[in-house]
């Protein structure tokens, strides 16, 4: 059974930073496609950062250069170190675990429940 498990979120002043973490059990997160997706009031559910099965990295272009994606596989666990964060940041940011070992094919997503972040000006 797959289960993801968020942390990391709280609230922080516009150039500040912030990391989440991502607990997966069930599958090793070196096997799939794992991605962030974050979603902002009333706007919809967008992918962030993505970390393909064999190792590449993929970003939005809004946060390219200010966010970085990692996992460690001894701790099964996927990490999102925001930095240089914007008030246009603030979302619910999501986990997620993908069906396919690539990021650049379809992928269908099993998802964490959310962690909140906020960005102050």
């Known amino acids: 059974q797959v289960q993801l498990v968020e942390s990391g979120g709280g609230s922080v002043q516009a150039g500040g930073s912030l990391r989440l973490s991502c607990l997966a059990s069930?599958?090793?997160?070196?096997?799939?496609?794992m991605g962030w997706f974050r979603q902002a009031p009333g706007k919809e559910r967008d992918g962030t950062a993505f970390f393909a099965s064999a190792g590449k990295t993929t970003y939005a272009n809004s946060v390219k250069g200010r966010f970085t994606v990692s996992r460690d596989s001894t701790k099964n666990t996927l990490y999102l170190q925001m930095d240089s964060l914007k008030p246009e940041d603030t979302a619910i940011y999501y986990c997620?675990?993908?069906?396919?070992?690539?990021?650049?094919?379809?992928?269908?997503?099993?998802w964490g429940q959310g962690t909140q972040v906020t960005v102050s000006s």
């Open positions: 069930g599958f090793p997160v070196t096997s799939r496609c």
């Open positions: 997620a675990a993908g069906s396919a070992d690539r990021c650049s094919v379809y992928n269908t997503w099993d």
